[in-house]
C-alpha cells in the first residue's frame, strides 16, 4: 500500500508517495483524519527542536484517524476504531504506522480537525495544571500566550476548574481571549509585570510559561507564597544559534536554583514525555506515561463531547499546503492550533 506524506529537509518541504512496510507485530495502521501544526515544527524545520531527526524526514507531532489494518498480537477490535497518538514526528501523511500501545480511542461524532486540536496541546494543558501545579477552585494564574494551542485550552481549563486566569496575548488576540473567560494583558505593551500585580497585588498561584529567558524571571516574580511556576517552553530563544537543549538546560538549572530558595515557592520544568521528570516518562516509564495520557486525553475529550470545552481550530489547510500553514503559524496572528488534513474541499481551501 503506498501512502502520501511532506517530508522536511531543512527549510524544504516536498510532497513525496512511499510504499508503506508491512506491519509488524504490535502495530497498527491508521488512516489520517487530521495531524498538527506547531512551534514544534517551526523549530525543526530550523534544524532546533531538541531530539528532532536528522534530515530529511515527516513532521508531524499529533494525529487523529481509523484504524485500517493490525498486526500480530493487536485486537482486532481495533479495526475500524477511531483514535488518537502523540507522534513527536511522523503525522504529516495520509496514513501513519503506530504501535498499539501508543493509541488513545476517540469518540464517534467529533471533528477530526478539532480533536487533534487537543492531542499533544489537550495532554499539555491539563497535566500542568491539574498534575503538576495542582491548581484549585478560588487561585487565580498567569497563561502566558494565552492565545496560542496550549494557552486557549490551559485558560478554558483552569475556568472549568473554578480558578481566576490572568492571559497574556497581543493586543489583536484581546477580544477572542476575554470570550474564553480570561483578564487579557497585551504583552505587546512590555508591562506584563505591573499589570499583573495591578490585577493581584499579592501575588499569583500559578504562572504557565512557555517563552523562557528573561521572561521566567518576571513570572516568577508574580507568584505570591506557595506559587509554582511551570515552565514548558522557550519561544524566545526561536531564532538563537547554538544546541537546540541549551535553552531547556538553563531553564532546568533557573528552576532548580529557585526552588532550593526559602522562599516557599516552587518552579517546574514541564515536557509532555516526561524527559524533564522522574514521574510518567515515555522512555523510563512508558506504562505509567501511556496510562496517564490515556486518562488525561479522555477527561479532555469528554468535555469537548458536551461541549464544556472548545477546540480552538485557528485554520484547516490541506496538507499539500503544509508550508503555507507553517507560514501562517510564524506570523502569530491566530487564536488556536492550526490543522492540516489529507484532502481538504476546495471551498475549505479558499476560506483557509
Not at 277 to 286: E, T
Request: charged share 20%.
Amino acid at each position: 500500500m503506498k501512502t502520501n506524506e511532506i517530508v522536511m529537509n531543512g527549510g524544504t518541504l516536498e510532497a513525496r508517495e512511499r510504499e508503506l512496510a508491512p506491519l509488524a507485530g504490535g502495530q497498527v495502521l491508521l488512516r489520517v483524519e487530521a495531524t498538527g501544526v506547531s512551534f514544534a515544527e517551526v523549530q525543526m524545520r530550523r534544524g532546533r527542536y531538541p531530539g528532532q531527526p536528522a534530515f530529511p524526514f515527516v513532521p508531524g507531532y499529533d494525529v487523529v484517524g481509523r484504524v485500517i489494518a493490525v498486526g500480530a498480537g493487536v485486537a482486532p477490535s481495533w479495526i475500524g476504531a477511531r483514535a488518537a497518538a502523540m507522534t513527536h514526528v511522523g503525522g504529516w501523511a495520509a496514513h501513519v504506522v503506530l504501535d498499539a500501545d501508543a493509541l488513545v480511542p476517540v469518540p464517534e461524532g467529533l471533528d477530526a480537525a478539532e480533536v487533534v486540536a487537543l492531542v499533544v496541546n489537550g495532554a499539555t494543558a491539563w497535566k500542568m495544571l491539574h498534575r503538576v501545579a495542582r491548581v484549585r477552585a478560588g487561585q487565580t494564574i498567569v497563561v502566558h500566550g494565552a492565545g496560542g494551542g496550549v494557552g486557549t485550552i490551559l485558560v478554558q481549563l483552569a475556568r472549568l476548574a473554578g480558578a481566576r486566569v490572568i492571559g497574556t496575548c497581543r493586543g489583536a488576540q484581546r477580544a477572542s481571549i476575554e470570550a474564553l473567560g480570561a483578564i487579557a494583558i497585551d504583552y505587546e505593551t512590555g508591562r506584563v509585570l505591573e499589570q499583573v500585580r495591578a490585577i493581584a497585588p499579592d501575588g499569583v498561584d500559578a504562572v504557565f510559561d512557555h517563552v523562557g529567558g528573561a521572561s521566567l524571571r518576571a513570572s516568577w516574580a508574580m507568584l505570591a507564597t506557595r506559587g509554582t511556576l511551570v515552565s514548558y517552553g522557550s519561544a524566545s530563544t526561536r531564532d538563537a544559534q547554538g544546541s537546540a537543549w541549551t535553552p531547556i538546560v538553563l531553564n532546568m538549572l533557573r528552576a532548580l536554583a529557585w526552588s532550593v530558595l526559602p522562599s516557599r515557592r516552587r518552579a517546574r520544568v514541564f515536557d509532555v514525555w516526561g524527559r524533564s521528570s522522574l514521574g510518567a516518562n515515555a522512555m523510563l516509564r512508558p506504562a505509567r506515561f501511556r496510562r496517564e495520557l490515556r486518562e488525561d486525553l479522555a477527561q479532555v475529550l469528554a468535555l469537548l463531547e458536551t461541549g464544556a470545552l472548545r477546540a480552538q481550530v485557528a485554520a484547516r489547510y490541506s496538507l499539500r499546503d503544509a508550508g503555507l500553514a507553517l507560514q501562517r503559524h510564524e506570523r502569530g496572528d491566530l487564536v488556536g492550533k492550526i490543522v492540516l488534513v489529507p484532502e481538504l474541499p476546495a471551498a475549505a481551501r479558499a476560506a483557509a
